[in-house]
């Protein structure tokens, strides 16, 4: 007898655990008239629900050692290549040839090891000591912004998912996604790496949806400090910048497509969700002599 | 328990504090009986033919033979890092590069215990030492420089920066695998190839490394080992097709390798010797500045070259910071190095035991009065209790030169200015402590102080994103850190 093959279900993430949408619906999107998959239909409650993860995983992940947080990157890479086969089904799914599916892939691993690296170093090139007159010792570093939405690219369900979500969480923010809306399977098979992948919970999560309903809830939040949008829509570009207002959101918009070029490793994006912080701290100068030697 | 004395009230925990054996098991891990060279990602016989033993210091039997290269050896190991870099490593994209050092990170994180239990065998350190410092910070020094293989021109905009081609390197028998990662890491991220001689001491966790290069798939010939003593180093630096001589030991080898590479074009980095000042405060907080002292110049039976061997008390806490610093040095443990207990294992040799055994005697010799508590020192391999000297001048031989043991000069200062005069003037410069509660003072006392690494309210820190490296005699360069990167590189 033929063995009956077990579907999966795609739910989304939040917090580290995979909850149906509280709202209960869900789309289907179609790749060249077939249907991929009942996927979560996001509501507005998600969104909320996966903000106050993220906030709260947010100091814990901030707190983590810059050595630490490199090595949990490095860890969704490793994940990711033991995973390989069924990203590369799922990209097909999607509609990819399978050369551009491996090479998606390879790609995706290769830029989770690139910001893996900047990790600890980001601060140590961009932070500053400061040659101020008066006798203190002044220096400049950069902070992890807080909470970011990020909007992911609609057109690269992996590859600009992940382009987007690293340069994120490398300095220490945590993040609320929405994933491709029609291509989500890589997105919630990747909240599965991240799982198991030593990121706790709540760090990323990751919703499905629909952009024109939940983009203002991004907007909107108060306790979002950042978007990164992916898109290129005007309308909702204007749209964003105009919610972001009331909380003085920071927002960064990178509509370019192709994200197999080099351009996306930079660690100019990991600084564009950072902040920087000047200390001063006095230096007594009793010793007026100095030393002969 | 405190033992009632005629003078003075002092702790003596020796007798009656007993602690129950904890040792480390040494079944898991896996030694040849005979080391070969490892060249162009084998291992090969010396043509040499020669043979030396390597010893556990805290048991003086032999752990392992190991080879000695000659100078036809070190020959056929430059030539294979040299076709190596030619035909493999410098055609490869940082990025590739890089992935190869993670490897490596991941295979010395996944077999950590196996190389601090050989580190603890092979040098005398305790376990308790190798297995959370120096295994932990050399897997995360090449984590650390992986990432920078891909990202060099961040470091240095502007300049464009090139590997050398093939770098000797040269390593210390204190922290054997934490200076030979200190070594090949940066070496490899910036796109170099090596050629590298460990202590002859201390071969093992280098060939240990040497089987896990080849787990990890590594080119042929990008790390070549050649293992011996001086000559074989001698060999590396004098022959003319190494672009640059990376160097960890005394300052009196360093000038000899700066004198036979002058007038070469060969780079050299030297991470010399030491002799660091550690200055308390008045204000300081003195139990942590205690343990720091403790720290600064018992860590690794003080066979490290930033000890802080030279410790400044201000007058007025002198009485209590000593007897704090005695109580303290009572509750010590020494002895065997795979014992989790264990505070100061073995000296890592015979030769280096007459060594520090000659500078007691000179101190004494010279006037200064010497304090060790009591200890029960094993009958068998190499031993120095904690030792401390006072009465001690700025001129006092003690208080001049490296000594690389467990020894601590000590003496007083009144104000700000002696002590900073007084600190500062060594032909030495790789590190000093100061110690205060006041951050104003402490900030002063750093600028202040001619030394790579100042240490404030802690000491013997060290990290891969930190440079370490000294001033003055000291030597020259940086390892780690963004700034430890150019010296294995050149530029437009």
Redesign the interface.
Do not use: M, R
């Given at each position: 007898m033929e063995r009956l093959e077990i579907l999966k279900t795609y739910k989304i993430y939040i917090g580290g655990a995979f909850p149906r949408t509280e709202s209960g619906r869900y789309y289907a999107p179609f790749v060249n008239k077939t249907p991929i998959g009942n996927i979560c239909l996001s509501s507005r409650k998600d969104v909320r629900n996966a903000v106050v993860a993220a906030r709260s995983a947010q100091s814990g992940w901030a707190g983590k050692s810059?050595?630490n947080r490199?090595?949990i990157l490095?860890r969704i890479a490793e994940i990711l290549e033991g995973r390989r086969a069924q990203f590369q089904s799922e990209l097909e799914l999607q509609g990819s040839s399978k050369a551009n599916a491996t090479k998606e892939i390879n790609a995706t691993i290769?830029r989770l090891?690139?910001f893996?690296?900047?990790?600890?170093?980001v601060t140590?090139?961009f932070g500053s000591v400061n040659p101020v007159a008066s006798s203190h010792?002044n220096f400049s570093t950069q902070e992890p912004t807080g909470v970011v939405g990020i909007i992911a690219p609609e057109d690269s369900s992996l590859l600009g998912l992940v382009s987007f979500i690293a340069p994120v969480i490398a300095s220490g923010n945590t993040c609320v996604v929405l994933a491709s809306e029609n291509m989500p399977l890589c997105s919630i098979t990747f909240a599965e790496v991240l799982a198991t992948s030593d990121v706790p919970g709540g760090v990323v999560n990751i919703l499905t949806g629909n952009t024109k309903e939940l983009l203002e809830h991004f907007g909107k939040h108060m306790d979002v400090n950042a978007i990164f949008y992916g898109r290129s829509s005007d309308d909702e570009i204007k749209k964003l910048q105009t919610l972001a207002i009331d909380n003085l959101k920071r927002i960064k918009i990178k509509s370019e497509g192709d994200y197999l070029n080099d351009k996306w490793?930079n660690?100019y994006l990991i600084l564009d969700f950072m902040e920087v912080k000047t200390t001063w701290?006095?230096?007594?100068?009793?010793?007026a002599?100095?030393?002969?030697? | 328990m405190a033992k009632k004395n005629k003078k003075e009230i002092t702790l003596d925990l020796s007798s009656d504090w007993g602690l129950a054996p904890a040792p480390e098991s040494t079944s898991h891990i896996k030694l040849k009986k005979k080391y070969d060279l490892f060249i162009g990602g084998k291992f090969v016989k010396p043509k040499s033919g020669k043979y030396f033993d390597t010893i556990n210091p805290a048991t003086e039997e032999v752990l392992a033979q190991i080879a000695e290269a000659d100078d036809k050896d070190v020959d056929l190991a430059v030539k294979s890092a040299r076709k190596a870099y030619d035909n493999v490593w410098s055609k490869l994209s940082g990025k590739e590069r890089g992935k190869y050092i993670y490897r490596i990170a991941r295979l010395i994180q996944e077999r950590a215990r196996e190389f601090s239990v050989i580190e603890s065998l092979d040098g005398g350190k305790t376990i308790r030492e190798s297995r959370d410092i120096d295994i932990p910070l050399a897997a995360a020094h090449f984590f650390y420089h992986a990432g920078w293989a891909d990202k060099l021109e961040y470091a240095f905009p502007n300049r464009k920066p090139e590997a050398l081609g093939v770098v000797g390197q040269i390593t210390p028998w204190n922290f054997p695998m934490l200076m030979i990662a200190w070594k090949i890491a940066p070496a490899l991220a910036t796109g170099n190839t090596v050629v590298l001689k460990p202590a002859e001491t201390t071969s093992l966790t280098a060939l240990k490394l040497a089987e896990l290069f080849q787990d990890a798939g590594l080119p042929d010939g990008v790390v070549n080992i050649v293992t011996g003593h001086g000559t074989t180093g001698s060999h590396i630096v004098n022959h003319p097709d190494v672009n640059k001589v990376a160097f960890t030991g005394s300052t009196g080898v360093g000038k000899i390798i700066m004198k036979a590479i002058a007038g070469t074009n060969k780079k050299s980095t030297m991470e010399l010797g030491g002799k660091a000042a550690n200055i308390i405060m008045e204000d300081a907080p003195l139990d942590q500045a205690v343990e720091g002292v403790i720290n600064g110049i018992f860590f690794n039976q003080g066979h490290v070259c930033c000890a802080g061997s030279r410790l400044y008390i201000q007058e007025s806490v002198y009485p209590i910071v000593m007897r704090k610093l005695k109580d303290r040095m009572q509750a010590l443990v020494v002895g065997d190095p795979m014992d989790k207990n264990t505070d100061i294992g073995a000296i890592n040799s015979k030769k280096q035991l007459d060594t520090i055994k000659n500078y007691i005697k000179l101190g004494k010799a010279e006037g200064a009065e010497m304090y060790q508590p009591k200890c029960n020192l094993p009958k068998k391999g190499y031993w120095v209790p904690p030792t401390l000297f006072t009465n001690v001048a700025q001129s006092s031989t003690i208080a001049k030169e490296e000594i690389f043991g467990p020894v601590l000069a000590i003496q007083t200062f009144r104000t700000i200015d002696e002590v900073i005069n007084k600190a500062n003037n060594t032909p030495y410069g790789l590190s000093a402590g100061v110690w205060s509660d006041k951050g104003s003072k402490v900030f002063n006392l750093t600028s202040q102080m001619k030394a790579g690494v100042v240490w404030a309210n802690t000491y013997n820190k060290f990290d891969p994103t930190s440079p370490f490296g000294g001033y003055k005699e000291s030597g020259h360069g940086r390892e780690g850190g963004m700034q430890g990167l150019e010296a294995y590189l050149k530029f437009d």
């Open positions: 810059a050595a490199s090595q490095y290769d090891i690139y893996a690296g900047w990790c600890d170093k140590q090139v010792f490793e660690p701290h006095p230096i007594e100068a009793i010793s002599t100095g030393s002969v030697y | -």
